[in-house]
Nanobody
């Protein structure tokens, strides 16, 4: 059983920064893709950033230049550094890991951008 545990969410003012963490219960090399998704109230879950193993990182257009996904293989952890946050970034952020047809999700962490 794979567990993904997110942390780092919270309330931040517009223009601020947050770093989300996703700790996996097994080596990140076990997965083909690691990524972050988000879901705002009343909206569908959407891709924020995806990091394929050995491939190019993909970002949603709305976060390009502001967000950065990274990984620490020694800690089995994936990060999402978020900068220049906007109110429209408010959502529950989910960590995602995929291995073939198997897809795993974390429980989500709330990010609220408000003054």
């Amino acid at each position: 059983q794979v567990q993904l545990v997110e942390s780092g969410g919270g309330l931040v003012q517009p223009g601020g920064s947050l770093r989300l963490s996703c700790a996996a219960s097994r080596s990140l090399f076990s997965f083909n893709v690691m990524g972050w998704y988000r879901q705002a109230p009343g909206k569908q879950r959407e891709l924020v950033a995806a990091m394929p193993d050995g491939g190019s990182i993909n970002y949603a257009d709305s976060v390009k230049g502001r967000f950065a996904i990274s990984r620490d293989n020694a800690k089995n952890t994936v990060y999402l550094q978020m900068s220049s946050l906007k109110p429209e970034d408010t959502a529950v952020y989910y960590c995602n890991a995929a291995l073939g047809w198997r897809v795993y999700w974390g429980q989500g962490t709330q990010v609220t951008v408000s003054s």
